[in-house]
């Protein structure tokens, strides 16, 4: 049986990339030490933040949730509240977000759950039916991750946080730079750093990871030490994603070669850096979207763009005919790809 | 002879038991990935090489999220 590096006792996590295993304390520790270094290395927060982690009630955000609502007690000049988007997921939503309730209930944190139906009009599941109908071309979590981000910062603004803190681990980062290779998309490779920026606007919110050098295996094992992980529920649009498929190639790697996800996030970093230099990603000027006045990386920010393909957005000639030229151009597109099939 | 497994969200199954059986024996006879979970036995996390015992009983939480 494996004894903990530090102090001998029997171990209850090895890491294989590194040889070195650890007592339930000694996990504890290196997990902390390990966070905390990854917020130094990138300055993820200064001394006076309202921190608004988003929470799904899942194991992963909840942990987050949990180790900066800690954290904060030491650190007299932040505040942390939490943040629920509710996309209308039947049959999964509903159970997490009573995780949630009790944990920020028994914890006295302060909170706000945004709900799809009441800030976009219609449930995921009604929108995804919808598109459907529509002969749209998108799977179900394009439209769950551009409303979803579009909530997250207008609903962390208004909550007036300084920084939205969200539960990213490093095998969802990988996930994502190897999904981002595949589609040949280097503009949101560049992006996928643990700091979001440097994105200049007013109605910007910084988005923070602070588990980016965490693997999911080692926040599961947080979430079940502080009984944050009862219970698994899947999302029913999940194994629609090309996300699933990649995940599976990857935790089929690491098995035969440990050490593979540290190596692929040591790859992205390098990427970051090259594309960097080449320019790309410095034009990360932020538009207002001409019809929310959200910011957005267009002129017509995604959200505005999906909901005109679905037809929940239905602007008039007179307020098309006014949008700057590049806005109108992108509204007439979006109209165009919503009436076609 | 056997070991109990309850894989959250996934019921449960058995796996015959035999002598130095270990934690990571089970993830093999069931094909697991060791990365995608993270075996519990009596309320506590236990390492893959953990000797088990005959009537074992073991929780399996996934590591992969549901969303």
């Known amino acids: ?341 | 002879m056997a070991v109990k497994v309850r894989i959250l969200g996934d019921g449960e199954k058995e796996v015959a038991y035999r002598e130095g059986m270990r934690v990571v024996d089970v993830l093999r006879e069931l094909s697991l990935l060791e990365n995608e979970y993270v075996v519990v036995r009596r309320g506590k996390v236990v390492a893959e090489d953990e000797e088990l015992v005959d009537g074992d009983e073991l929780v399996l939480y996934p590591v992969v999220s549901g969303g």
């Open chain 1, 1 to 341: 049986m494996a004894k903990c590096s530090i102090c001998g006792r029997p171990a209850i996590y090895v890491s294989r990339a590194s040889g070195l295993a650890f007592c339930e304390k000694h996990f504890l520790e290196y997990f902390s030490r390990k966070v905390r270094r990854t917020m130094r290395k990138y300055r993820m927060f200064g001394p006076r933040e309202h921190i608004v982690v988003a929470v799904s009630g899942g194991k992963d955000s909840m942990s987050l949730l949990h180790f900066l609502h800690n954290l904060s007690k030491r650190v007299p000049g932040w505040r942390v509240t939490a943040l629920l988007i509710d996309e209308g997921i039947k049959g999964y939503r509903e159970y997490t977000i009573k995780r949630f309730f009790r944990f920020v209930e028994e914890n006295n944190i302060d909170y706000k759950i945004v709900g799809f139906r009441e800030e976009i009009g219609y449930t995921l599941d009604e929108i995804v039916k919808m598109g459907r109908e529509r002969g749209l071309p998108y799977l179900p979590c394009t439209y769950c991750g551009v409303f979803r981000r579009y909530l997250l910062n207008k609903a962390a603004r208004e909550m007036g946080g300084t920084v939205v803190a969200t539960g990213h681990n490093l095998d969802d980062i990988v996930q994502t730079y190897l999904m981002n290779i595949i589609g040949n998309d280097w503009a949101k490779i560049v992006r996928l750093g643990p700091v979001s920026g440097p994105s200049h606007h007013p109605k910007f919110v910084r988005k923070v990871k602070p588990f980016y050098e965490v693997l999911e295996k080692e926040t599961t094992i947080y979430a079940i030490i502080h009984g944050l992980y009862d219970g698994f529920e899947e999302c029913p649009y999940a194994p629609l994603s090309i996300r699933w498929n990649i995940r599976k190639m990857i935790n089929q790697l690491e098995e035969r070669s440990p050490g593979a996800k540290y190596s692929l996030l040591r790859s992205l970093e390098t990427a970051i850096d090259i594309l960097r230099k080449h320019g790309i990603g410095e034009e990360e000027q932020l538009y207002t979207c001409a019809i929310c006045g959200e910011p957005s990386a267009h002129p017509i920010c995604r959200a505005c763009q999906l909901k005109l393909e679905l037809g929940i957005l239905r602007l008039s000639e007179e307020r098309i005919r006014s949008l700057p030229e590049k806005a109108r151009r992108m509204v007439e597109a979006a109209i165009r790809r919503g009436e076609k099939r």
